[in-house]
């Protein structure tokens, strides 16, 4: 009985013994466990930061990336517009020194067409000669002023040439002093284009024709005065026109 008793607490002992080591290891496999999956949930957290991170490191480096890719092209179509206006001032620089000289050029080929045109109207018939002679001096001005355009300097030029072109259309009548024979008077004078320079006192008493030959007024009568008279009242329209027979003088040598 006794050795049945001493098996009977060894066996409780033994019970007793396992159990704590059981509840022992069962709470070192808890902790284990739970320090285990503390671990992971951190390190799957380190992870998941890590990601997202790089994710942004990503996203960043892909718009940086685009950027660059955006300011290469910007920077080549900046290369290509520098080249083209470096281009463009090439070409205007070598357009202004052509229209300098071409300026150069036409000046001086203006004064030339107005020394042809001063000696044409100094040897044509002295009609409207203050008239004409002021145009001259005054376009020759211009021509010499340093401020005037080029442009301004050819338009004068050819306004006055166009002036003296129409003188070969016209037939007027215009007041004037002239001298004739050495008398100083003033005569109604008529300029029938370039072809002849008639004069008439105001009463129509006394007339006559600029005479090439001799570079003077000279008074004529009879039948070749009447026929100023009628030419005189055609171009102030007293007459209608007709067909006259005008006397033209000698012609100049």
């Keep these: ?18 159990t704590s080591w059981a509840q022992s290891a069962a709470d070192q496999v808890t902790e284990t466990t739970t320090q285990a999956l503390e671990t992971r949930q951190g390190s799957q957290a380190q992870l998941d930061e890590w990601a997202a991170e790089r994710a942004a490191l990503k996203n960043r480096w892909d718009v940086a990336r685009a950027q660059v890719a955006y300011l290469e092209q910007r920077a080549a179509l900046e290369r290509d517009r520098v080249l083209a206006l470096e281009a463009a001032g090439d070409e205007l620089a070598r357009r202004l020194e052509e229209s300098q000289r071409l300026e150069a050029s036409l000046e001086d ?22 008239e004409r002679d002021q145009r001259l001096i005054s376009v020759r001005s211009e ?49 029938v284009g370039r072809l002849g320079l008639f004069w008439l006192t105001p009463d129509q008493v006394r007339g006559g024709v600029w005479d090439p030959g001799t570079g003077a007024f000279v008074e004529l009568e009879g039948g070749e005065l009447d026929a100023i008279r009628r030419a005189g009242e055609m171009a102030t329209r007293r007459r209608p026109v007709g067909v006259l027979g005008l006397p033209l003088g000698r012609t100049a040598r």
């Design 1 to 18: 009985m006794t050795t049945t008793l001493v098996r009977g607490t060894m066996l409780v002992l033994l019970l007793t013994t396992g």
């Design 143 to 191: 021509l010499s002023d340093p401020g005037a355009t080029a442009s301004d300097k050819l338009r004068r030029v050819l306004e006055a040439l166009l002036i003296e072109a129409r003188y070969g259309g016209t037939f007027e009548v215009y007041q004037d002093r002239i001298e004739v024979a050495g008398e100083e008077l003033t005569g109604d004078l008529l300029h």
């Design 109 to 130: 080929t203006l004064l030339v067409i107005l020394g042809r045109l001063e000696d044409a109207v100094a040897a044509d018939l002295p009609f409207l000669a203050a």
